[in-house]
């Protein structure tokens, strides 16, 4: 039987980012804090340039400086890699809140199985939703917040289809393993798609 990395997704409200981390991929490291049970742990990111982007867009009021902060770092990248200050820079860290995050803890290949070794220090943020507003009706909100979950989670076992992990390792990552669930995770994103 095949083994494959079956990382714990977990969820989170809001993290904060001291220092982004730059180099010549397409990935990005953030060094900041995540709120767990109203408390603020230490905690390291790694992310897209597009997961980056959509957290921008959900925090306008702040997108700005930490846009210009990486636009001028890139076009002035002077070694590989490189890091923005954000703390020294704006004064202080910025606060990514009001949105969900999907996090899952990196691991490694070992003896054919996979292994977590990170104990909730760094955690990959693979998608991000904004939250529901508060004038919405609470069952709306759970509603729509519970199809963007599938919509994304299918979205995100496409991505492993792409890279040819094989039917069950794709639905395992995308957290599909369920029929029922994996059915309505196709039609959330069929609906999102036509």
Known sequence: MKQTNTATVTASQAISVGQ?????????????????????????????????????????????????????????????????????????????????????????LQGGNWVEYTAGECYFIEQVTPLASASVPHFVRKTDHFMEMLHNSYELYLGYIELEFDEDAARRKADLTDDLKFTLAYYAWKERTL
């Open 20 to 108: 982004i981390i730059l180099d010549d991929t397409n990935y990005l490291t953030f060094w900041g804090h995540i709120q767990k049970d109203e408390m603020w742990q230490r905690c390291d990111f790694i992310t897209t340039y597009e997961v980056l982007n959509t957290m921008l867009r959900y925090v306008q009021d702040r997108s700005d400086a930490v846009q210009m902060s990486i636009v001028q770092k890139l076009e002035n990248m002077e070694q590989i890699p490189d890091m923005i200050d954000l703390e020294m820079e704006l004064g202080k860290a910025v606060l990514f809140d009001n949105m969900y995050f999907r996090l899952t803890r990196p691991g490694h």
